[in-house]
């Protein structure tokens, strides 16, 4: 009986460790994958093996970026697609220098404040004709390939095309979203026929084709930029949306360009953090970093109680500044300087008690003043970090007929508030949370990398340079670990924080340490989701090769060759 006691035990503690791995941290999904001659990371598998295709082909990191972003739009257009906006930061290597590429869309000219104050509109709607602004995606590739491209654009985008007119399976993730989708924007002209099939949203496994789309794509690839922005495309998005009731112009579409900016660093620890100015919020994540600099982040551990509080408390600082100071640069003179500076972090970093929540936290006074993630990397060292967005998932639900994707919704973010920088203005961008990041060492590429999720992503970027700096985590490691998720009851102008807002902590923390933050005065809820999608690469100089890690919570690929 003893010897049969003895057995039945190990059996249990075999089987209670049998899912763990060899190596790495109880956390760790996978490996991070290793190769030499290229990588591609994207949140789709066949998107991942488009891009490999296309290096393999002789195209470059930026060919294969444009050609993966345009297939994941076809096969996670709950997240992206040629009616969003997109954001880059590009390395190239016989520059040896980081490019950024602002490719977000403006207000429509005809559309003015007084529309809204006439109406009563207290906020701009989500859905519908009013909150869409000038899809940026399609300008951005043409701007990209123009300036670094290799192959031709036809070449570029056929592996879309052909996706799209022949079909492909819908993996298990998509068909969740577009089911819920569906119960949302059902209602709207030509939601049913372009990504519905037989009137019901698609399974997992089922065929799904959008030869709209494919039609769209292939105009794009024969004509240029100008056959999105010009000419039949142009018309009909306008003449649909004005119909509907929207202010959207052929002259906006026409009219409209993206614009190559200078990345901006901070600093941690020896490790340059990029991200780009506003109107995106990437710039949050640099003051987090520069906050936390100040605290002995290694020797708290991972997932203490300690280590939450801080991040926590250094994130409703910067979220405060976000929420008052973040907008379109070329309507407001923001201080980006100053708000990413070791000199303002030393200024605000008296506010963080280590041992107290704090419940109200204002912007600092200051003088003068649903997405997809992709990184592609070549075997000539160029790397590139692209995000691309509809906005609340799929968008505004206003899909211009036989083009086969919807319109995004950014302008929502705008505020109608006359006194706040980022006021509805016409021809101007909105506040934009999609953002691309890249870290580099010693003026060297190491790794660029992005993590999806609205206000999620600045939180998700300080956490993934923390998790590699501090605490000496692989890259998918970074990825993996259990992440920290703070919502603000935040005022819509002001950038006052009140009440403390909530702590969202993903499934792994301890609970002890929970209690802990607890007792700290932090508000803790858990939730399903909304804690981002991450993809990165990072290249070893000394070995010469690349590292690819992907999104274990969604559909993540990375692959190499």
């Not at 503690?13 to 941290?25: K, L, P, Y």
């Not at 996670?76 to 697609?81: L, S």
């Not at 603000?488 to 929970?514: A, C, H, K, V, W």
Request: charged residues 25%; glycine residues 10%.
């Amino acid at each position: 009986m003893k010897n049969l006691y003895s057995i039945v035990l190990i059996l249990l503690i075999f089987q209670s460790h049998s899912q763990d791995r060899v190596t790495g941290e109880p956390f760790s999904t996978r490996s991070e994958v290793i190769a030499e001659n290229g990588m591609v990371a994207t949140s789709h598998p066949l998107a991942t093996q488009v891009g490999i295709d296309i290096l393999k082909k002789g195209g470059n990191a930026i060919d294969a970026a444009i050609a993966a972003n345009a297939a994941i739009g076809l096969m996670e257009p709950t997240g992206n697609g040629i009616g969003g906006d997109l954001f880059a930061i590009i390395w190239m290597e016989n520059d040896k220098k980081l490019y950024g590429l602002n490719a977000s869309g403006r207000s429509p000219k005809n559309l003015k404040l007084e529309y809204f104050k006439k109406n009563n509109f207290t906020k701009i709607p989500a859905y519908g004709p009013l909150p869409v602004s000038v899809p940026g995606c399609v300008d951005g590739w043409f701007e990209m390939h123009e300036k670094f491209g290799v192959l031709k654009m036809e070449e570029i985008l056929e592996p879309a095309i052909l996706y799209a007119e022949n079909g492909f399976p819908v993996s298990e993730l998509i068909s969740y979203y577009l089911e819920i989708s569906a119960r949302n924007f059902s209602k709207y002209p030509n939601f049913n026929e372009t990504y519905l099939i037989n009137g019901l949203s698609p399974t997992k496994g089922q065929i799904f084709k959008n030869t709209d789309l494919a039609n769209t794509l292939r105009i794009i690839s024969k004509e240029g930029r100008s056959g999105f922005y010009e000419g039949k495309v142009a018309k009909i998005i306008s003449e649909f949306i004005i119909d509907q009731g929207g202010f959207l112009s052929y002259e906006d579409l026409k009219n409209h360009k993206s614009d190559w900016i200078e990345p901006v660093s901070t600093n941690y620890r020896g490790y340059d953090v990029w991200e780009l100015p506003p109107n995106g919020q990437g710039i949050a994540a640099l003051q987090i970093l520069n906050l936390l600099e100040k605290f002995d982040i290694k020797s708290m551990g991972f997932g203490s109680a300690e280590y939450i509080h801080h991040f926590v408390e250094a994130k409703k600082i910067a979220f405060a500044d976000r929420a008052k100071y973040y907008a379109d640069m070329d309507f407001n003179d923001i201080p980006v300087d100053y708000l990413i500076s070791k000199e303002y972090a030393e200024k605000r970093i008296k506010e963080i008690n280590p041992s107290k929540a704090s419940r109200r936290v204002r912007a600092g006074d200051i003088e003068n003043g649903d997405t997809i993630y992709l990184t592609v990397a070549d075997k000539d060292g160029n790397m590139v970090s692209l995000i691309q967005s509809n906005y609340r998932g799929m968008g505004s639900g206003m899909i211009p007929p036989g083009l086969g994707f919807m319109l995004q919704d950014r302008g929502e973010l705008f505020s109608l508030d006359e006194n706040h920088f980022n006021v509805y203005e016409p021809e101007k961008r909105p506040f934009h949370t999609i953002i691309p990041a890249f870290i580099t060492k010693n003026n060297k590429p190491y790794i660029s990398f992005g993590l999806m999720g609205g206000a999620m992503q600045p939180q998700g970027h300080a956490q993934i340079v923390i998790n590699i700096v501090d605490f000496g985590m692989n890259l998918q490691e970074a990825g993996d670990a259990p992440r920290i998720r703070h919502v603000s009851n935040q005022q819509p102008t002001g950038g006052e924080m009140f009440d403390g807002g909530e702590l969202s902590l993903e499934s792994g923390f301890d609970y002890r340490e929970i209690r802990k933050l607890m007792k700290y005065g932090h508000k803790v809820f858990f939730s399903l989701g909304s804690f981002g999608g991450y993809q990165a690469i990072k290249y070893d100089e000394k070995l010469g090769v690349y590292f690819g890690a992907s999104e274990s919570r969604k559909d993540g690929s990375a692959m190499g060759y």
